[in-house]
C-alpha cells in the first residue's frame, strides 16, 4: 500500500518571491542649482525683446533679475515737423460759435487776407480760372479753398513755387504740401486757407467746385 508524504507549512509552494529586506528608497530630488547673476556695466543698452531690466540703463554692480523683459522704447510717429507759429485754426478757442452746434462760426480776417493775398500771388503768375470759396460754415478743415489753372507742367511748378517762396518771404510758411507739376495736381496747405493748383483736364474732371456748390463763391478770376 502506497504512502503518501505529508507536507508541511513548510514545504509549501507558492509563486510569491522572497522580499529583500533591504527596501528601495526613493531617488531625492538634487536642489537647483542658482543661476549666475551677470552684473551689467554702467550705460549697457539692453537690446529690445532681450532678457534683461526693464530700464535701458542699470548701474554698476545691480543684479538682473531673472526673466525680466526689457522696455520696448517708444517709435514716434512720421509726419510733418512740428513748428511754433500760429495755430491751424485762426479762430478764438474762447469763442462762443464754436459752443453752439448751430451757430455759423465768426470770419476769420486774417485767413481772409491771406486767402486774397494767394489770388494776388496767382494773377501775378498767369494762373487761369482763379476762384476763391468761402468753406468755413460748412467743414472744420479749413475756412477758405483757393483753386486755380495751369495750362503746362512748367507752369503749375511756377505758380506753386511762387505761392510758396513769396509767403515765405512774408514769414508766412505752409503746414503741408502734396503732389506737383508731374502729377498735375499740387495741393497747399497753410491751416485755414487750402490752395489747389491744378492741370485743366485734371480740374475737369474732379470738379472740385461742384462739391463745394453749397459755399459761397467769393472770387472768379478767369
Request: net charge negative; with cysteine.
Amino acid at each position: 500500500m502506497a504512502q503518501t508524504a505529508k507536507l508541511g507549512d513548510d514545504d509549501l509552494v507558492t509563486d510569491e518571491q522572497p522580499q529583500d529586506e533591504t527596501e528601495l528608497q526613493p531617488l531625492a530630488a538634487e536642489p537647483p542649482q542658482p543661476m549666475d547673476e551677470a552684473e551689467v556695466p554702467t550705460g549697457a543698452e539692453v537690446p529690445t525683446g532681450a532678457e534683461g531690466p526693464t530700464v535701458a540703463e542699470v548701474p554698476t554692480g545691480a543684479e538682473v533679475p531673472t526673466g525680466a523683459v526689457a522696455a520696448t522704447p517708444v517709435r514716434q510717429r512720421g509726419g510733418l515737423p512740428a513748428r511754433e507759429g500760429r495755430p491751424r485754426r485762426g479762430r478764438d478757442p474762447l469763442d462762443p460759435s464754436l459752443l453752439d452746434a448751430d451757430a455759423v462760426p465768426q470770419v476769420d480776417p486774417e485767413a481772409l487776407a491771406l486767402a486774397h493775398r494767394i489770388v494776388d500771388l496767382a494773377v501775378d503768375k498767369k494762373a487761369s480760372e482763379i476762384v476763391l470759396i468761402d468753406i468755413h460754415a460748412l467743414t472744420s478743415i479749413a475756412d477758405y479753398l483757393v483753386i486755380c489753372s495751369g495750362g503746362s507742367e512748367r507752369q503749375l511748378g511756377g505758380i506753386t513755387g511762387g505761392i510758396i517762396e513769396v509767403l515765405k518771404d512774408e514769414g508766412v510758411l505752409p503746414y503741408g504740401r502734396e503732389g506737383g507739376p508731374s502729377a498735375h495736381w499740387a495741393l497747399i496747405d497753410y491751416g485755414s486757407v487750402v490752395v489747389h493748383v491744378m492741370a485743366t483736364p485734371e480740374r475737369d474732371f474732379y470738379q472740385l467746385e461742384k462739391l463745394w456748390s453749397d459755399a459761397p463763391l467769393l472770387l472768379h478770376i478767369q
